[in-house]
């Protein structure tokens, strides 16, 4: 239940058993269940409508806020700051435009003092871990941990100052860059370390699916690229859960990239590749589990983001054209992400890729529909209706017959070929 900061207000929720009318006083704030997730990566697939998320994630970035609206979050509790000032990162603009409860840099206290699972409120920056109704304490309940309690006022002024933070984020970008260029040297030019695969990539169509920042767009996107599915028959690579919007949007990932805690066993199990980032000596978290299962990840030892990995597997295995959905390679993208150490493989895999690589949007755009096959069987029979026709009014001497059939023939054409291709 969701309860506006608006002072001293309080809620009156019939039943409780107080004697002056059968009411009890609910404390104003938002109430919730507390769910624990350092990591933003896995934490909304736990999520459900009303809950507060609480959180470790400096500058909170664009697609985990949108996440966290998506999964109905009525407040956010993060353990740092949701804008730092190094850029404008643009996730509790979002949040608190939908109206979530944003409690903001409470510090790692908050992480063992509230479970997972534990009713808590949300007041005035304050978190309050509550109790049953009728203990000493109340519905109140003692307050825990302390942040600052954001609005959408605060934020917008916290973004404008943070618009001067992007000379200097501009500039460990371009050194970021060239960091990674030099680690992944091996990789980028020669291949080594991509793992191989059972499936085909080389001169064909591949259609790469990221999460996107919107599960619902991303599903959207696929279903838009239907046509060109259906004509070019890529090669079909869900990253996390891409892979989700892709079998919402009634396809059948072939490649699946992602962590063990990020891929659906089910079509992982269906996939005929599962490939996983390692660290750089091959380790890959969650790999026994995963053999458990029935699935024999393969290794991917790259510090790259798993989007831009996917990218480069393709590249490396010869594909012919690149389709991207769900990515956002935009200067505030970049900046956006809240990992920008890691933002340099987004540049340095499309210089790479280079004419290969198109995105979604431009693929819908320039798609033409093949000339139907009805229409080409019809204008044949047409045709040869049209000789016999022909053929006979000459026999016959009938120059008038002969006219009304071509007259005739050519609307039958016409009006059949604007039926197949409306």
């Known amino acids: ?5 608006t002072g001293n207000d309080v809620v009156r929720l019939p039943g409780s058993g107080t004697p002056a009318g059968g009411q ?4 104003p704030g938002t109430f919730g269940k507390a769910r624990i997730g ?22 909170l970035d664009r697609a985990t806020a949108s996440a966290l609206v998506e999964a109905g979050v009525a407040g ?42 534990a009713r808590v409120r949300l007041h005035d920056g304050g978190v309050h871990l509550c109790r049953r109704t009728g203990t000493r304490r109340g519905p109140a309940g003692q307050e825990v941990a302390r942040g600052f309690a954001q609005t959408a006022e605060t934020v917008a002024e916290l973004l404008a100052e943070a618009r001067m933070g992007m000379s200097a984020q501009l500039e460990a970008f371009a050194a970021n860059t060239t960091e990674f260029m030099g680690r992944e040297r091996a990789m980028l030019l020669d291949g080594i370390g991509v793992p ?41 690579v869900g990253v996390g859960a891409g892979a989700d919007a892709l079998r919402a949007a009634g396809h059948t990932p072939a490649v699946l990239l992602g962590t063990s805690t990020e891929l659906d066993p089910e079509l992982a199990r269906r996939a005929a590749d599962v490939v996983v980032p390692a660290d750089p000596d091959g380790h890959v978290a969650g790999r026994a589990r995963m053999q458990d299962m029935g699935i024999e990840p393969r290794p991917f030892a790259s510090t790259a983001n798993p ?12 594909a012919a054209v690149v389709v991207t959905v769900g990515f956002d390679a ?17 540049f340095v895999a499309r210089l790479r890729l280079g004419p290969a690589l198109v995105d979604s949007s431009t693929a819908v755009a320039l798609h033409r529909r093949r000339v139907p096959a009805g229409l080409i069987a019809l204008l044949v029979v ?34 059949a070929a604007r039926a197949l291709l409306r």
């Open 1 to 5: 239940m969701h309860v506006g900061d």
């Open 38 to 59: 350092r990591g933003p990566e896995a934490l909304p697939k736990r999520l459900s409508p009303g809950d507060v998320a609480v959180l470790d994630h400096l500058d």
């Open 24 to 27: 009890h006083e609910l404390p």
């Open 76 to 117: 956010v509790v993060n353990v740092s700051p949701s804008i730092s000032g190094r850029f404008p990162n643009v996730g509790p603009q979002i949040l608190t435009d939908a109206g979530v409860a944003l409690v903001d840099d409470v510090g790692e206290s908050v992480l063992s003092a509230v479970k997972d699972g």
């Open 307 to 318: 989007e831009d990995m996917a990218l480069l597997l393709a590249h490396t295995h010869g």
């Open 196 to 236: 191989t695969l059972a499936t085909t990539m080389e001169g064909r169509h591949v259609l790469v699916v990221a999460p996107g920042t919107s599960a619902a767009e991303t599903v959207a996107e696929v279903q838009r690229l239907r046509h060109v599915i259906r004509a070019q028959r890529p090669v079909l």
């Open 330 to 346: 935009t200067l505030a993208g970049f900046l956006d992400r809240g990992r920008s150490g890691r933002n340099a493989s987004t």
């Open 382 to 415: 047409v045709a040869a209706v049209g000789v016999a026709a022909v053929a006979v009014a000459l026999a016959s001497g009938f120059d008038e017959t002969l006219r009304v059939l071509l007259d005739q023939g050519v609307d039958a054409v016409l009006g």
